[in-house]
């Protein structure tokens, strides 16, 4: 922090400038290259379908309000922690954030480029829910990458270690005084100070994403209520839920009496705690003699190459009167009884259900 700090206030104009086009502009085409528009799932169903919704890139344009507001409490910020003086008593006025907005067009940030391996993180992420869980030889690979990595940050930091000393040695450091607090503000977000900047830095953030996504804009008192909210209410929260769920934890670990379980409802904003005993699973009654529930799971066994007929006689063979209606996989429909069963569909049964 202290070898890329910021000397003067366009410095401090420049990282607001550069952290737009990265965060609105460079982020979102990344996003779109890795997922284009027309992507589709491994189930050939369209990627961008609600709830996900496909961003667009926002171009800096300085007589955008939003964007000038971003710039200037941006830079005001950055200016604060480093002690840079702001050249204005009114930073928050409109003629200010306008000059700052038009200070930032002179510095032209760096055409887009996509980037393999922020692709590749982006890929890992989304894929990691449905993700198999790795073999022992990747498991190996995997630690391989893990120490090479390790040595390659031990050797970075050493390297860093001393550049900084170096740093160090050319820098006015009063000896009285900690390094925060000669070149450096440590800043603790507080939402009542409105002269921090931090509230009008949340407030453009958040409202130059929602633009981003095609969502309504915020007005700037309704995000200082939201925001000082958040972190509190984020953190008690988390706290008493994992709490509740790790006494409920040991309860199963105990194998207590079905009676001794809780389902808890927890609401801190009213506050009310509800605590009620759990029910049975609800259980379908399929035939005379088989019930089955959510939990239930039948495995189809020696079906690796096995056809979709072959395993749908299968399972009726296993519970006589049974009859398959649909077969889904995942959220596509595989198979659907009365839509095959239909005169104008006998070719496609044919090719469905291969004897």
């Not at 996003?31 to 961008?48: M, N, Q």
């Not at 929260?237 to 194998?255: D, H, N, Y």
Request: aromatic share 8%; net charge neutral.
């Amino acid at each position: 922090m202290l070898k890329k700090r910021p000397q003067t206030w366009m410095d401090c104009i420049e990282y607001a400038r550069m952290k737009f086009e990265k965060t609105f502009n460079h982020d979102v085409k990344q996003l779109l290259h890795v997922y284009p528009l027309d992507s589709k799932t491994k189930e050939g169903a369209p990627f961008w379908t609600l709830p996900k919704r496909p961003p667009t890139p926002i171009e800096f344009n300085m007589n955008n309000h939003l964007h000038q507001k971003f710039i200037a409490a941006m830079a005001c910020l950055r200016a604060s922690i480093f002690f840079i003086e702001i050249p204005s008593k009114q930073p928050r006025s409109d003629e200010f954030r306008m000059e700052v907005a038009e200070s930032a067009t002179f510095f032209k940030p760096k055409a887009f480029v996509a980037d393999d391996a922020k692709a590749k993180e982006i890929q890992d992420q989304v894929d990691k829910a449905g993700k198999k869980p790795d073999t022992e030889e990747e498991k190996e690979q995997q630690e391989e990458v893990i120490d090479t990595s390790k040595k390659e940050a031990e050797d970075e930091n050493t390297k860093m270690l001393t550049d900084f000393k170096k740093l160090f040695a050319t820098l006015s450091l009063d000896k009285s005084k900690q390094i925060e607090e000669t070149f450096i503000c440590k800043e603790d977000f507080e939402k009542d100070n409105d002269a921090n900047y931090h509230i009008d830095v949340i407030h453009a953030m958040a409202n130059c994403r929602a633009s981003c996504y095609k969502l309504e804009e915020m007005d700037w008192l309704t995000v200082k209520l939201k925001a000082g909210r958040i972190v509190p209410a984020l953190a008690t929260t988390t706290a008493s839920i994992a709490g509740l769920q790790t006494l409920e934890m040991v309860k199963t670990l105990m194998k207590v009496k079905k009676v001794d379980f809780k389902n808890i409802f927890l609401n801190l904003a009213v506050p009310v705690v509800n605590v009620t005993e759990p029910q049975d699973v609800k259980k379908e009654k399929l035939l005379p003699d088989l019930q089955v529930s959510i939990w239930d799971r039948w495995d189809i066994k020696d079906f690796k190459n096995g056809s979709l007929q072959q395993m749908i006689t299968q399972i009726e063979e296993m519970h006589k009167g049974l009859e398959i209606i649909d077969v889904l996989q995942g959220n596509s429909n595989v198979y659907q009884r009365f839509y095959m069963e239909m005169e104008q569909n006998k070719i496609l049964k044919k090719k469905t259900l291969p004897q």
